[in-house]
């Protein structure tokens, strides 16, 4: 596989920057960082097309069946964060890269406080939980948070059928 090292590097190191209040906005925290991303590139010379990457790398990197349907650096970004967050995949990583990454950089209350971020958005921003996981962490861990069901959402629609 090709890819652009550093391309990829700015989007790994980038891609939660949506979840920190000085970067979040109105929309999904996905897309407030990589708009945040992208204006940072640009206004430090940039080229657009470069930008353009990392800000799919950055906003797709949630989301499975597309994100790895884009450039290598977007698939790469995607694959990394779910190997990071949930373990997905972690068998196609020799145990001795994991061990050594560990050991680097321990994931001393990585859970706690990546669960804490997810369900600090959901209850500042319940509208951008709709229809994605981020509503299971706003609804397990923001008391009293109603975040609609897309069903429900659906079935109200103003249509008669």
Request: charged share 25%; aromatic share 6%.
């Amino acid at each position: 596989m090709k890819y652009d090292r550093e391309l990829l590097y700015i989007a790994s190191l980038l891609h939660d920057l949506g979840l920190s209040a000085s970067h979040a906005a109105d929309k999904r925290f996905e897309v407030d960082g990589a708009d945040a991303a992208t204006r940072f590139l640009l206004a430090n010379d940039c080229p657009k097309a470069k930008a353009e990457i990392v800000w799919d790398a950055i906003a797709l990197h949630a989301l499975a069946d597309i994100a790895d349907r884009k450039q290598s650096e977007v698939a790469l970004v995607h694959f990394g964060a779910h190997v990071d967050v949930m373990g997905l995949r972690m068998e196609e990583i020799t145990p001795s890269l994991i061990d050594d990454t560990l050991a680097l950089y321990p994931r001393i209350g990585m859970k706690a406080a990546f669960t804490e971020a997810l369900a600090e958005v959901a209850r500042k921003k319940p509208h951008t939980a709709i229809g994605t996981g981020l509503a299971d962490i706003g609804r397990r861990l923001v008391h009293g948070l109603e975040i609609p069901n897309v069903c429900d959402i659906i079935h109200a629609a103003p249509f008669e059928s």
